[in-house]
């Protein structure tokens, strides 16, 4: 048990090129008491990465942005954030450049709302 008032939950960072999935994704994260940074595209990402505020975890679909996601996404190994990088297909190339910058995993589309959740709760709760 800490001592003190209860430290405020890290945000959760969703970053893709589909506003419309971002809306739904952070709207389901929301809902399950998460406050949510999103971001569609790489200079709203930046924007997000240059704040102080602390991000707990980054969903980052890699659709739809260049070869410099990656460095993105080594900042924010840089920044101790756990990532999952969301992926539009299956591929061993994807899941090797992804663990090589940082992510703790690769999600594969289409989501499950509910794997999704469950997923956030268990890197964000443990």
Same mark, same amino acid.
């Given at each position: ?29 929301? !809902? ?6 999103? !971001? ?15 991000? =707990? ?6 659709? =739809?942005? =260049? ?25 061993? !190339? ?33």
């Amino acid at each position: 048990m800490r001592d003190g008032p209860p430290r405020p939950s890290p945000a959760i960072l969703v970053a893709g090129g589909n506003r419309r999935n971002l809306e739904l994704l952070g709207r389901s994260l929301e !809902a399950d008491g998460w406050r949510v940074l999103t !971001a569609a595209c790489m200079e709203e990402l930046d924007r997000a990465l240059s704040v102080p505020e602390e991000i =707990g975890l980054a969903l980052v679909d890699i659709a =739809g942005f =260049g070869r410099d996601i990656w460095e993105r996404c080594e900042s924010l190994r840089a920044r101790g954030v756990m990532l999952l990088v969301i992926s539009p297909r299956r591929s061993q !190339a994807i899941q090797q450049e992804s663990l090589a910058h940082g992510a703790r995993g690769v999600l594969v589309k289409p989501l499950s709302v509910r794997e999704v959740m469950t997923l956030v709760r268990g890197l964000l709760r443990e």
